[in-house]
């Protein structure tokens, strides 16, 4: 007589051997990528960019005795990219100008765009309009005044992307700080170059 015997189902073996191959096949792909965007990053070599405060002059400076500003600041900023497939979107940029602790003025420069191995003048003219000041800025500002020239730092912050043939970074907060610009009240005196920091 024939001995009937049965076998135990291998779904469960099947099933555990296809989410196996899907997971080394994920894996696969994120080494592959990652490999890619490496591959890329040390064949493009980014460089950093540079920043120096070029111009700066001040016009209509006036201290009234209510301790309030009146004033006009121009900068130039020269934004030089040294990267050669590398270029930049600037979707906008704020300028502000502060003497010590107490922002003077601020503004806002149109977006743009920077092409790679291109240097751009960014200027910016800022207005402080019967501006309070603190006793002590009005004090030290009446002190440089009487000395024909005051000593400001001037910030910018931008939100930038890098573009590399087609592809395009995600949205990145530029930072630049230009410090111990001396702007002269004599159009005698000529402005000296200030190299800025940059935080990105």
């Not at 099947?14 to 696969?28: D, E, P, S, W």
């Not at 005795?65 to 990267?83: E, K």
């Not at 503004?107 to 402080?128: I, N, W, Y």
Request: aromatic share 10%; charged share 20%; proline share 4%.
């Amino acid at each position: 007589m024939a001995n009937n015997t049965t076998q135990a189902p291998q779904q469960p073996v099947r099933h555990f051997n296809l989410v196996r191959c899907v997971a080394i096949c994920c894996l696969a792909l994120i080494v592959l990528v990652g490999l890619a965007v490496l591959i890329t990053w040390l064949a493009i070599r980014p460089k950093r960019l540079v920043y120096t405060l070029e111009n700066g002059s001040l016009q209509n400076f006036n201290l009234n005795n209510n301790h309030h500003l009146n004033a006009t600041f121009d900068f130039v900023l020269m934004a030089y990219n040294p990267n050669t497939r590398t270029s930049v979107y600037y979707d906008f940029m704020e300028s502000a100008v502060s003497y010590k602790d107490q922002t003077l003025a601020f503004g806002t420069t149109d977006p743009f765009f920077q092409p790679h191995r291109d240097t751009t003048r960014v200027e910016s003219k800022l207005m402080a309009t019967n501006l309070a000041l603190s006793p002590s800025t009005y004090k030290d500002l009446r002190r440089e005044k009487s000395s024909g020239e005051i000593e400001v730092d001037v910030r910018f912050k931008s939100r930038i992307r890098f573009k590399v043939g087609i592809w395009k970074s995600k949205h990145r907060t530029l930072k630049i700080v230009c410090p111990s610009a001396t702007l002269h009240l004599s159009w005698s005196k000529h402005f000296e170059n200030v190299p800025c920091e940059v935080k990105l």
